[in-house]
Antibody, heavy 126, light 107 residues
């Protein structure tokens, strides 16, 4: 079964750090751009970050640039999101999502998202 | 960033009704428009990609159309399992941006 499974969410104080993971199975992980999308409670979807299939290129939304770092380990079929200097407005369910199309190694552009994880909740509160 | 505006924000309707949701981009996105369905507590599910292509496994009562800046999602005959929130997303340029969502509720 093709799937993504997030983990690592939890409660963190403002200014704190957290690392999310996204484990992939059922497909050739190293062939796809993977994205992070978040959803604050009761709100819509917000794009966060993306990483190319070979890990060489990354993209960050302005709202997280300089505070979040995306990475991947293709040998472990796992994506990561290291989050730092967390703010109350970062509180959300974080989803990892697979790009619809296989991409060339350094491509990190936009696409439809065909496979989503179940999400992991990040709560930022003192 | 490209702004995506959906309408309506919510609608109340009945099983068997035809439902139309529209999405307008702040600039032409050349059919790089995708539609998702999200149920409470669940991840979004891709329904339509590239404006009019039905994702594998999605019922044929869902269809998409449009061009340029204006796009439409149509559900030809609403089923009980279709009550959910629907989002459009442009994949023309980075960053991906989403509409604010349309909640389809039971009348």
């Amino acid at each position: 079964e093709v799937q993504l499974v997030e983990s690592g969410g939890g409660l963190v104080q403002p200014g704190g750090s957290l690392r999310l993971s996204c484990a992939a199975s059922g497909f050739t992980f190293s062939s796809y751009v993977i994205h992070w999308v978040r959803q604050a409670p009761g709100k819509g979807l917000e794009y966060v970050s993306a990483i190319s299939s070979n890990g060489g290129s990354t993209y960050y939304a302005n709202s997280v640039k300089g505070r979040f770092t995306i990475s991947r380990d293709n040998s472990k079929n796992t994506l990561y999101l290291q989050m730092g200097s967390l703010r109350p407005e970062d509180m959300a369910v974080y989803y990892c999502a697979r790009a619809l199309n296989i991409a060339v190694a350094a491509y990190v552009g936009n696409d439809a998202f065909d496979i989503w994880g179940q999400g992991t909740m990040v709560t930022v509160s003192s | 960033d490209i702004q995506m505006t959906q309408s309506p924000s919510s609608l109340s309707t009945s099983v068997g009704d035809r439902v139309t949701i529209t999405c307008r981009a702040s600039q032409s996105i050349n059919n790089h428009l995708n539609w998702y369905q999200q149920k409470p507590g669940k991840a979004p599910k891709l329904l339509i990609y590239a404006a009019s292509n039905l994702q594998s496994g999605v019922p044929s009562r869902f269809s998409g159309s449009g061009s340029g800046t204006d796009y439409t999602l149509t559900i030809s005959s609403l089923q009980p399992e279709d009550f959910a929130t629907y989002y459009c997303q442009q994949s023309y340029s980075t960053p991906a941006t989403f509409g604010q969502g349309t909640k389809v509720e039971i009348k």
